[in-house]
């Protein structure tokens, strides 16, 4: 585990989750399409939101992105980190330059979006059992940059013209 170690503290920091920590337990894992990458994450999202942005969109291949939101400290990774790949779609840059898209360089798996601060998680990676039963902390508060979408959803959520809370509530 030490090289483990090793490589999640210099890919991460010391704001992520250490392997060594006694006092982090696990409440949910995730892991890529072909389990070469994984992590748990040890507490609750603190939201989730669905993005209809169109680097979102493009990047995900699908319509809208539905992402929960996590805590860095909340979060470590158990398999794969030599495995992740960076992009930083303003920069179109292959780097770690914060904020970033993170996947799997083997099977192309998004894996979640990097904040400065925070995690943004794809819950469709979470192991919620079979069949799934998605935690009530997982599902979408609001749907933002809806002024963008490509389709209507009529599911009573708020919709916002950004960010949550900084923008026009449509």
């Known amino acids: 585990m ?10 991460f920091g010391s704001e992520y989750g250490s392997p060594d920590d006694e006092s982090f337990i696990a409440t949910y894992r995730a892991r890529c399409h072909c389990g070469v990458v994984g992590y748990e994450v040890s507490a609750d999202p603190v939201d989730a939101k669905i993005c209809h942005c169109n680097d979102c ?34 920069l179109d840059r292959n780097e770690k330059i914060l904020p970033c898209k993170v996947s799997c360089a083997l099977c192309g798996s998004p894996i979640a979006d990097e904040g400065r601060n925070m995690w943004l998680a794809f819950p469709t990676l979470f192991d919620f059992g079979t069949p799934p039963r998605v935690p009530e902390s997982f599902k979408p508060t609001c749907h933002i940059f809806y002024g963008m979408r490509v389709m209507e959803i009529a599911d009573g959520l708020p919709k916002w013209s950004g960010h949550k809370d900084r923008s026009t509530l449509l």
Request: without cysteine.
């Open 2 to 11: 030490t090289g483990f170690l090793d490589l999640n503290k210099s890919t």
């Open 57 to 90: 969109r493009l990047l995900h291949g699908a319509p809208m992105q539905w992402a929960a939101i996590f805590h860095k400290r909340d979060v470590r990774f158990t398999a794969g980190v030599e495995h992740l790949r960076f992009y930083h779609n303003r």
